[in-house]
Nanobody, 128 residues
Framework: QVQLVESGGSLVQPGGSLRLSCAAS????????IGWFRQAPGKEREGVSC????????DYADSVRGRFTISRDNAKKTVYLQMNNLKPEDTAVYYC?????????????????????WGQGTQVTVSS
């Protein structure tokens, strides 16, 4: 069955860096866009970044643009989120999601409704 497993979350000081991984199984990764989302306590899940099925198109929330970089290795069935210059407001559970069919080649979005499957999440805490 479809499975997404996030990893790489940790406690980090402000200004630090983390790389999150999203390992995919049970489907052909290169057919789908993948999105990274996050949910802080008491807040709704929000889109952080996304990458198209082939990796040629990416998008970022304004709050992370210039600090986060999304990438994918379809051969390894893994999508990454490199997070630099982390801020306390980046504290959240981070989830990856698989785009909802039908397949949209060369596109991705940051809306929750565009994604159909989710991982269990990985906790990122930015604090001194």
């Amino acid at each position: 069955q479809v499975q997404l497993v996030e990893s790489g979350g940790s406690l980090v000081q402000p200004g630090g860096s983390l790389r999150l991984s999203c390992a995919a199984s049970g489907f052909t990764l290169n057919y789908y866009a993948i999105g990274w989302f996050r949910q802080a306590p008491g807040k709704e899940r929000e889109g952080v970044s996304c990458i198209s099925n082939g990796g040629g198109v990416t998008d970022y929330a304004d709050s992370v643009r210039g600090r986060f970089t999304i990438s994918r290795d379809n051969a390894k069935k893994t999508v990454y989120l490199q997070m630099n210059n982390l801020k306390p407001e980046d504290t959240a559970v981070y989830y990856c999601g698989r785009s909802r069919p039908p397949v949209r080649v060369g596109a991705c979005g940051l809306n929750n409704y565009e994604y159909i499957d989710w991982g269990q999440g990985t906790q990122v805490t930015v604090s001194s």
